[in-house]
């Protein structure tokens, strides 16, 4: 009787401890292998993305009846290489993925920590901004901002990283008001330092953790806003390879049979989200402090 | 020769969000302190022991302000300093132990680099330089093996340890002045004793003057030359140990001293203050402890007592200090 409740427990500990404890490997080798891809996409692609050959067009992929060796993965309506488009779209999703976090997050990180530490009129002002940001619906946003800017791949990672900023400050913001009421950034204030300092060497470490955590989950938001203005036609710019556009293109071919037009680019996003995210809850786990057993 | 530190009528209030509702924190509060000696502040929770703190840091927080009085650090004026200047002063001539030490720590830094960061803010030292210096203090801090300990973690080490690194950056820069905030309430009694033993060795070494804020008057009486007893944010009564002990004046003094429970009392209750400690934002009318005052009279209740001076160095705010001659108030 005891035994097997003890018995019950163990398994039940091993679970918990699996699911804190294991890193997830398939998400890890997915994004790994994604930005193996993006890296040397000049070496891996067969083709140039950006030029096909008219007499290739809807090439089906090679294990269907008509496909062929030379293109694995079929072409698209202007005889494109749908293998070497969706390698080198890894490179833009990449690219626009990790800059457009980044950016996202030293702006709103730095914001947070200013409204968070500083308070007064200084938080009012900033946590204003950020619920009027907030209540706009993001891919409006961002469609509206394209529409200004115009599209290219840079002014893509400034506009989502001007729409996504908000979530690092909301979130960074409340963590602060925590840590200040800490007693070791009392004790920096008894001894002296100022509030620059205090932000610096005791706000920004301490939040540092969540940051990248929120980063690791954003990076499959991003990754999704960006192919759905890159799919609305409002994104990176043709005959550039994105994923989203290459979604875009094929929907027309979706009713005459093309299936690989869509159906690839689709689960090349589906998989790189999935893994960012997963990779993202692992590390929220494996980063708090209380969950983590020292 | 001039003290080190003077504080004469200094007030503070808290201010509602409206500015309707004013709190008197600490109210017309006077005392001095030489250097190398050790002042006691007691008092009930809520009597303004730590607004008291604060004040004489200008740490407030936003909604007090220091109404009126004066408070002279070494000669210099400390209420009319630039924040700047106080910044600097803080932790290199005033130094600060909080109510809890042990929570006192960055979890993710090292011990060494948090007594470094002190010497390095006030000290403009190296980085190797004030490493070296850390080490030396946790030498001087009782803590062994302080080569291996300086690079550890807080979480690896045990609370009493916590607690020296916490001392050890207090004196770090070597400070004239050392405020403690019940810097024992979190700790267990034997940690306890070897910390308060700690804190008198240093005190001695270094010549630094203490103010030992508690509510355990017999810490008190080990550790501190002179005591002030404060009740709703006015000191009343201050002198010696000694004489406070033995004689005194007030009978909210007489209160406190006679419920501190006694080995081998064989009185199967504790002798308790009857009554709770008032609300600081109402105070009562005349003196703010009658009430609760077993030797409560009738002018008690109309006029405040003011500060006498019932004996050398000995003040009390009673009127019984003035209708008895020094020393009679007293009876055990």
């Known amino acids: 009787m005891n035994g097997s409740r003890t018995a019950s427990l163990t398994v039940a500990w091993r679970f918990a401890s699996l699911r804190v404890e294991g890193f997830p490997w398939i998400p890890a080798l997915i994004l790994g292998v994604i930005a193996l891809l993006a890296v040397f996409a000049d070496v891996v692609a067969p083709y140039n993305p950006e030029v096909g050959v008219l007499g290739d067009r809807f090439r089906p992929p090679a294990w269907q009846a008509g496909g062929s060796e030379a293109h694995l993965l079929g072409t698209d309506h202007v005889g494109r290489d749908v293998l070497s488009r969706l390698i080198f779209g890894a490179r833009v999703s990449m690219v626009v993925g990790f800059t457009a976090v980044i950016v996202a997050g030293l702006l709103g990180t730095t914001l947070g920590i200013l409204s968070g530490y500083l308070g007064g009129w200084v938080d009012q002002v ?51 008001l925590s840590l200040r009421e800490r007693d070791f950034v009392r004790l920096a204030i ?17 939040v540092l953790n969540s940051a990248i955590v929120l980063g690791t989950l954003m990076l499959g938001v991003v990754i ?71 | ?80 300093k630039p924040e700047a200047e106080m910044r600097a002063l803080r932790g290199k001539r005033i130094a600060m132990i909080l109510q809890d030490p042990m929570a006192s720590l960055n979890p993710l830094f090292t011990v060494g680099d948090q007594i470094a960061e002190t010497l390095r ?80 060795e240093i005190q001695r070494e270094r010549g630094l003057a203490m103010i ?65 400690p008032p609300d600081p934002a109402a105070l009562p009318p005349g003196c703010a402890f009658h009430p609760r005052c077993p030797l409560v009279m009738d002018r008690c209740r109309v006029e405040a007592p003011p500060d006498l001076e019932v004996a050398a160095a000995h003040r009390a705010r ?6 008895m001659p020094a020393g009679a108030a007293a009876k055990g």
């Open chain 2, 212 to 276: 030992f804020i508690t509510h355990n008057l017999g810490i008190v009486a080990k550790m501190c030359d002179a005591v002030a007893v404060m009740y709703a944010g006015r000191l009343v009564e201050s002198g010696p140990v000694r004489r406070i002990f033995d004689a005194p004046a007030h009978p909210y003094t007489q209160a406190l001293i006679e419920s501190i429970p006694r080995f081998g009392d064989t009185a199967s209750r504790l002798t308790a203050i009857e009554g709770q």
């Open chain 1, 126 to 176: 900033i946590m204003r901004v950020t619920d009027t940001w907030l209540a706009l619906p993001a891919l409006t946003f961002a469609i509206f901002l394209a529409a200004v800017v115009g599209p290219s791949m840079w002014n893509i990672v400034i506009i989502l990283a001007a729409v996504y900023w908000t979530r690092y400050a909301r979130v960074i913001r409340g963590e602060v």
């Open chain 1, 224 to 294: 999704v806003t960006e192919a759905a203005l890159s799919f609305l036609g409002v994104g990176v710019p043709p005959p550039k390879p994105a994923w989203g556009l290459m979604l875009a293109d094929g929907k027309k071919g979706l009713m005459a049979g093309y299936w690989w037009l869509t159906v690839l680019p689709g689960v090349c996003i589906m998989l790189m989200v999935l893994s960012a995210n997963l990779l993202g809850d692992w590390l929220r786990v494996k980063l708090d402090p209380q969950l983590r057993q020292l």
């Open chain 2, 1 to 80: 020769m001039s003290a080190l530190l003077e504080v004469s009528g200094l007030s503070t209030q808290y201010v509602g969000a409206r500015g309707t509702r004013v709190t008197r924190a600490v109210d017309d509060v006077s005392f001095t302190l030489e250097a190398g000696r050790t002042l006691g502040i007691v008092g009930e929770s809520g009597s303004g022991k730590t607004t008291l703190a604060l004040t004489l840091m200008r740490l407030l927080p936003p909604g007090a302000r220091i109404a009126a009085g004066s408070v002279r650090f070494e000669g210099e004026e400390l209420l009319h």
């Open chain 1, 190 to 206: 008894v001894a002296g330092c100022s509030k620059k300092t205090i932000m610096r060497r005791h706000i920004l470490p301490n």
């Open chain 2, 318 to 323: 009673c009127w019984l200090a003035v209708e």
């Open chain 2, 121 to 200: 803010v006030h000290e403009h030292m190296s980085r190797r330089g004030a490493w070296t210096r850390a080490r030396e203090l946790l030498g001087a801090v009782n803590i062994a093996a302080p080569e291996r300990r300086i690079g550890e973690y807080p979480h690896e080490l045990s609370g009493g340890m916590r607690q020296r690194v916490v001392g050890a950056i207090a004196i770090a820069c070597g400070p004239k002045l050392l405020i403690a905030d019940e810097p024992t309430t979190s700790l267990d009694l034997t940690i306890q004793a070897q910390y308060l033993q700690l804190l008198r």
